[in-house]
């Protein structure tokens, strides 16, 4: 059984800085491409960041680039976000989500519950 179960989330001020973790079980992070997805109330999904599995890549959505960085620990079997200098604009439940295959957010098909990040003065 895949399983992804995110953790870290919580309430800072702008400028602050949060951790991500998203702890798999049933298959390797090695193997698979992890992606971190976010949505704000009221808003569509929104693909932040992916480590792909073939060659370690990293991509970023164009506001987060400078601040936040995906990375993969292989030893424990998690990938993380690093945010920094948070914004507002970055308040939203963040989930993420992999799969062996696939090659955007979109079409992964194991997802973790979420958690929310909320920032604000």
């Known amino acids: 059984q895949v399983r992804l179960v995110e953790s870290g989330g919580g309430s800072v001020e702008p400028g602050g800085s949060l951790r991500l973790s998203c702890a798999a079980s049933g298959f390797s992070v090695e193997y698979y491409s992890i992606g971190w997805i976010r949505q704000a109330p009221g808003k569509e999904r929104e693909g932040v960041s992916c480590?792909?599995?073939?060659?370690?890549?990293?991509n970023y959505v164009d506001s987060v680039k400078g601040r936040f960085t995906i990375s993969r620990d292989h030893a424990k079997n998690t990938v993380y976000l690093q945010m920094n200098s948070l914004k507002p604009e970055d308040t939203a439940v963040y989930y993420c989500?992999?799969?062996?295959?696939?090659?955007?957010?979109?079409?992964?098909?194991?997802w973790g519950q979420g958690t929310q990040v909320t920032v604000s003065s």
């Open positions: 480590i792909s599995s073939s060659d370690s890549s990293t």
């Open positions: 989500a992999a799969d062996p295959v696939g090659s955007t957010w979109s079409d992964f098909r194991s």
